[in-house]
């Protein structure tokens, strides 16, 4: 069946650091990925999405690419700051409309 | 632009008793989604509806019902409440069919004492 797999938290990285949150998937056919990102006490937040196979999706400095030879969409930052400390989960919609999250990995940024 | 709004949006209850959440999806959005997002945990799929028809069912308890109605809104009503529901449950929202993502509501949170 569907899946996504996340890579296990907690991640801990300095300010200005790079970060790297891995995801996996495995669907049939063509399903479209999204990264979702939860602050403390709030909902989750759609962060960005892909589409496609080779689709970048971007947004407040985050990226990730659909990489469908991989079945991957890892979401990577430039440069974190405080306020980026999340969680943040991987997700995917498949072509019968159903959604598969990821575990989470929860991201704290430190000073 | 609007969100998705879910009412209330702290509950405390009994053992026991029943609760009620509503949920008022972003206008044009034809399908909603129930998560139950426990303390540390990732959300769990419990029910959808497109066009007010259940859609997908995932781990709902037996305890549980939902319905969309002809406005959209949604409400997830809950009976013979157990400690273990304590957790924060989550609408979302979205148009039916891919490629588009959901939009979720801030939650509510409930608590069983």
């Known amino acids: 069946g569907n899946s996504v797999t996340q890579m296990e938290g907690p991640v801990t990285l300095s300010e200005e650091a790079f970060l790297t949150i891995n995801c996996t998937y495995t669907?049939?056919?063509?399903?479209?990925l999204f990264w979702y990102v939860q602050y403390p006490g709030e909902g989750l937040q759609l962060l960005l999405k892909?589409?496609?196979?080779?689709d970048k999706g971007s947004n407040k400095g985050f990226e990730a690419t659909y990489r469908k030879e991989t079945t991957s969409f890892h979401l990577e930052k430039g440069s974190v700051q405080v306020s980026d400390s999340a969680v943040y989960f991987c997700?995917?919609?498949?072509?019968?409309?159903?959604?598969?999250f990821g575990t989470g990995t929860s991201l704290t940024v430190i000073p | 632009a609007a969100g998705v709004i879910q009412s209330p949006r702290h509950l405390i209850k009994e053992k026991r008793e029943t609760a009620t959440l509503k949920c008022y999806p972003i206008?044009?959005?034809?399908?909603v989604y129930w998560y139950q997002q426990g303390p540390g945990q990732d959300p769990q799929f419990l029910i959808s509806?497109?066009?007010?028809?259940?859609?997908d069912k995932g781990s709902i308890p037996d305890r549980f019902s939902a319905q969309q109605f002809s406005d959209y809104h949604s409400e997830l009503n809950m009976s013979s409440l157990e400690l273990g529901d304590s957790a924060l449950y989550f609408c979302?929202?979205?148009?039916?069919?891919?490629?588009?993502?959901?939009?979720f509501g801030p939650g509510t949170r409930l608590t069983v004492l």
């Open positions: 979302a929202s979205s148009f039916y069919g891919p490629p588009g993502g959901q939009f």
């Open positions: 669907a049939t056919g063509y399903p479209s």
């Open positions: 892909a589409t496609k196979a080779d």
């Open positions: 997700a995917l919609r498949d072509t019968g409309n159903q959604f598969y």
């Open positions: 206008p044009r959005h034809d399908t």
């Open positions: 509806f497109y066009e007010k028809m259940q859609s």
